[in-house]
């Protein structure tokens, strides 16, 4: 996690932009031409370019969801990799959010998204999916953890458990209350509690110089009430936290999932990013292509900023704030005005 | 889950083969012209239609899983789709074993693999994945569900969600034991079981014919301590049982997932059949690549043979087979030599 940890010290910015393309977040200008699958997975990655150029100063990291890739079938995997590669390329630590999960042969096939593909006498094995750490689903207990784990290890790469997610039915399974040990101080555990303390304890191995490990845990940014219990319950393990935003989580419902130096958690944002060109009074269906892409990539910039500010502020009070403080904010001068100078379309 | 039911009872077999594919379970002929990975994926591809083509006739349904493709990368995901297509086209019910799981418009997305790409004007949606059921996982609770379950109601589709899998750390999440209802009847239940009541609840609306919903459940055949408490809880709800052969599951320890009449389960055979090939004394680095291809399709067809007549021996004893008993044999007469007597590779 110590990489993820830098480029946010870096940045100053504890937030990942969830690159989800979809036709309905595409300026229409990009769908003009699109006359089968291959175009449209085409204009999902010119999209996604548009808004990584853009941000890539200001931001330690991308999170492209594989689902609205898999949407359109291969074509759109493969554009998912494309993506994924491109986001590398910009310096980006990229959090391919997958949430897969199984055992056995077949935990140690999906943990190929870590490690490579398989190697054969004469083809090396090859990183395929260009993913610094993705997302899993704790279902299946350590055996769908552990050749993650291992990969992660081997090849400095992390990854996200699914812990407390966002959703109003993640009540269903993740509050379900256990019994405990009778007589135990902290019985009567629910199970995202008991599936904390299992994350925590797996990381443990792999603790790294920041004082976190390389197995994050998923906690919502929807549940403030618990933020605290599950900041307490995993000190060692670095939080993604989806659910701000567009699904109501706000800064100050985040602030206690961070760490007393204002660290140990990444808060998502995607279609207030990357879908912020729609609220933009400047956007007209008149616009060209180009200026369509212009506007989306500079709306995205303006919502980043925003964002880091919302987030940074929040962080600033209670003393949660210093390693953020610290930073020169000689990269992102363009945050005082709000939009950037420079064409953000290279 | 009708379709599903009826070709079952059509092919005498409630048994699916997993077509899971790594290098390790094919033969030396099929990768020594392997110079990359869209080579390898070619190889797997080629593997499976051999696999196919020799017990089409025999099985009801394949189950590929996905992440033995997504090792490969895009590649793999493409052949993935192809492998699906090409069951498809001989007449099988394909179970893309995926174990996805999210939320919202995210669960929408993964929803496209029963449901088909997202359409636009002039772009209608096309089905990308070829795949008449997937495997979903329930940590998100009906969120995460309610979007496969529309697609499945819409296209005839089903979907099969993890309850009690078979691997042992199974326990961690799975048999944690809840505080349940003080003074309810059945308080105290693990947290498979409380996940058995909610798949049978939400799958009450789409009951077909048969009496089972489309919303299956997952039930490893290493438990037999516990198949008849999950047959119980959930009457209407259709298991696929991984975990027989390779992971020790036996027919016995399986035969009480069945119902009554010897229907309300299928079980899940990957490596005891597509790697059947290894154990065959006629196996030799000598054969050419059709002999070779020829030897691991007969083997293929000896071991699905076994383990149907495995299978519907142990339906056989305490009255639990009528309905396949009641099956004319004449599309397997070949089962009664062991080997199929016509050339397998078409």
Redesign the interface.
């Known amino acids: 996690m110590d990489r993820l940890i830098e480029a946010i010290r870096r940045t100053g910015n504890p937030s990942v932009v969830g690159l ?1 393309p ?2 309905g977040l595409l300026p229409k200008q990009l ?1 003009e031409t ?4 291959d175009d ?1 997975a085409q204009a999902y990655l010119v999209f996604n370019q548009a808004i990584i150029d853009s941000v890539s100063d200001l931001i330690p990291a991308v999170k492209p ?1 594989i ?2 890739y ?9 554009v ?2 494309r993506t994924c590669a491109y986001a590398q390329s910009k310096g980006l630590y990229v959090l391919g959010d997958v ?9 140690q ?2 943990a ?2 870590l490690s490579g ?2 190697a ?1 006498p ?2 090396p094995s ?1 990183d ?2 260009h993913e610094d750490a993705v997302t899993v ?8 953890i552990r050749p993650f784990l291992d990969a992660c290890i081997q090849d400095d790469k992390d990854i996200f458990v ?1 812990c407390k ?10 509050d ?5 040990q009778s007589g135990a101080e902290d019985s ?1 555990k629910t ?1 995202s509690q ?2 904390a303390g ?1 994350l925590e304890e797996w990381g443990k191995e792999s603790q790294g110089n920041s004082g976190y490990s390389r197995l994050g845990a998923v906690i919502g940014a929807t549940h403030p009430q618990l933020a605290q219990d599950f900041r307490r319950r995993m000190p060692r393990t670095f939080f993604l936290v989806p659910g701000y935003g567009a ?1 109501g989580g706000t800064a100050a419902d985040v602030a206690a999932l961070f760490d007393g130096q204002g660290r140990g958690a990444i808060v998502n944002s995607s279609r207030g990013i990357i879908g912020a060109w729609k609220a933009n009074p400047a956007y007209s269906e008149d616009l060209n292509r180009h200026q369509a892409l212009d506007l989306l990539a500079s709306s995205a910039r303006k919502a980043v900023i925003v964002m880091k500010e919302d987030l940074t502020s929040i962080l600033g009070r209670g003393g949660r704030k210093p390693d953020l403080v610290r930073q020169p904010a000689s990269q992102d001068a363009s945050s005082q005005s709000g939009y950037p100078t420079t064409d953000l379309i290279r």
């Open positions: 989800d979809k036709p769908l699109v006359a089968g699958l449209l969801q689902a609205m898999e949407a359109l079938g291969p074509a759109g995997v493969d998912y990799a949430k897969r999960g199984d055992i056995g042969s077949t935990a096939a999906y190929a998204h593909s398989p054969l004469g083809l090859q395929v999916w689903n704790p279902y299946l207990g350590i055996d769908g699914l997610t966002s959703n109003p039915s993640s009540s269903q399974l993740q379900l209350r256990t019994a405990g009567a199970v008991e599936v299992l699904q």
